[in-house]
């Protein structure tokens, strides 16, 4: 609060230059509570998917209190976006998973907008598609999605969205990549897919962009948005792959 950035933006907003405050959120699930005590917010933007729900308590609290919530990353960036995971086994094959994944943010009854990255014209006509027909997940659905969770809880902690906050690393591992293809492997399983996106990076030589060139100096976590474990991961990408 050293600029006093709220006052300010409280004071734009009665001055008539915002019509609505609205804030981004990346901290600790119960640190978004005194945020929306203050009052001043009209909506909140926070992460929320079939592999992240941390935030799904302070959603509700922020629904209860008349804050609209925008869920962001609804495919748990690009992770839920391919068809044939273990979500889409689990409920028989009848829902792809990118629907799938849209189709559980849209069922949260506290969630008001799915704000989901789309890079292709079909992505866009298939999100469409979804939204409009304003179908829920049926009670049994959501069981099964439960205890799958429960079984995923380790995949949870590789939330790596491929932002690439985290670059450049000095020592040239592409971090976004070869977390990539750990996702791969892990959330997928996907192995034949994940060790032909790992061999992809190491480019001719084999060697360039890999995740054993890491020194663990930790220069990427400082710098990463979503706290992934990047070191530890890239350990564990080293030990898969190489
Ligand atoms: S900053 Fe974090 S989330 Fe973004 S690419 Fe790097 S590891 Fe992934
Ligand atoms: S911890 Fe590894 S990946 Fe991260 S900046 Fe250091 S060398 Fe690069």
């Given at each position: 609060m050293q600029f006093n950035l709220l006052e300010e933006a409280v004071k734009a907003k009665k001055q008539g230059l915002i019509r609505f405050l609205s804030f981004s959120f990346h901290d600790k699930?119960?640190?978004?509570l005194p945020i929306i005590d203050t009052g001043a917010f009209a909506s909140v933007l926070c992460q929320y998917n079939l592999l992240d729900r941390a935030n799904e308590p302070s959603i509700k609290y922020a629904a209860e209190k008349g804050v609209g919530v925008i869920a962001m990353g609804p495919v748990g960036g690009g992770r839920l976006a391919f068809a044939g995971s273990i979500f889409e086994d689990a409920l028989g094959?009848?829902?792809?998973t990118p629907e799938l994944a849209l189709r559980f943010v849209l069922s949260n009854p506290n969630i008001n907008l799915a704000l989901s990255g789309m890079s292709t014209r079909q992505m866009v006509d298939d999100n469409v598609r979804v939204a409009s027909r304003n179908e829920l997940l049926s009670e049994q659905e959501m069981l099964r999605i439960d205890e799958l969770q429960k079984q995923c809880r380790s995949l949870a902690e590789i939330y790596c969205t491929g932002c690439g906050y985290c670059m450049p690393c000095p020592f040239e591992v592409n971090i976004p990549a070869c977390l990539e293809a750990l996702i791969y492997q892990k959330v997928y399983r996907m192995e034949q897919h994940a060790q032909a996106k790992y061999s992809a990076i190491g480019g001719d030589s084999g060697?360039?962009?890999?995740?054993?060139?890491?020194?663990?100096?930790?220069?990427c976590e400082k710098k990463c948005p979503q706290k992934v474990q990047i070191r530890k991961h890239l350990k564990e990408t080293t030990a898969i792959f190489e």
């Amino acid at each position: 609060m050293q600029f006093n950035l709220l006052e300010e933006a409280v004071k734009a907003k009665k001055q008539g230059l915002i019509r609505f405050l609205s804030f981004s959120f990346h901290d600790k699930p119960e640190k978004m509570l005194p945020i929306i005590d203050t009052g001043a917010f009209a909506s909140v933007l926070c992460q929320y998917n079939l592999l992240d729900r941390a935030n799904e308590p302070s959603i509700k609290y922020a629904a209860e209190k008349g804050v609209g919530v925008i869920a962001m990353g609804p495919v748990g960036g690009g992770r839920l976006a391919f068809a044939g995971s273990i979500f889409e086994d689990a409920l028989g094959g009848r829902v792809t998973t990118p629907e799938l994944a849209l189709r559980f943010v849209l069922s949260n009854p506290n969630i008001n907008l799915a704000l989901s990255g789309m890079s292709t014209r079909q992505m866009v006509d298939d999100n469409v598609r979804v939204a409009s027909r304003n179908e829920l997940l049926s009670e049994q659905e959501m069981l099964r999605i439960d205890e799958l969770q429960k079984q995923c809880r380790s995949l949870a902690e590789i939330y790596c969205t491929g932002c690439g906050y985290c670059m450049p690393c000095p020592f040239e591992v592409n971090i976004p990549a070869c977390l990539e293809a750990l996702i791969y492997q892990k959330v997928y399983r996907m192995e034949q897919h994940a060790q032909a996106k790992y061999s992809a990076i190491g480019g001719d030589s084999g060697k360039e962009g890999i995740a054993s060139l890491c020194t663990s100096c930790g220069a990427c976590e400082k710098k990463c948005p979503q706290k992934v474990q990047i070191r530890k991961h890239l350990k564990e990408t080293t030990a898969i792959f190489e």
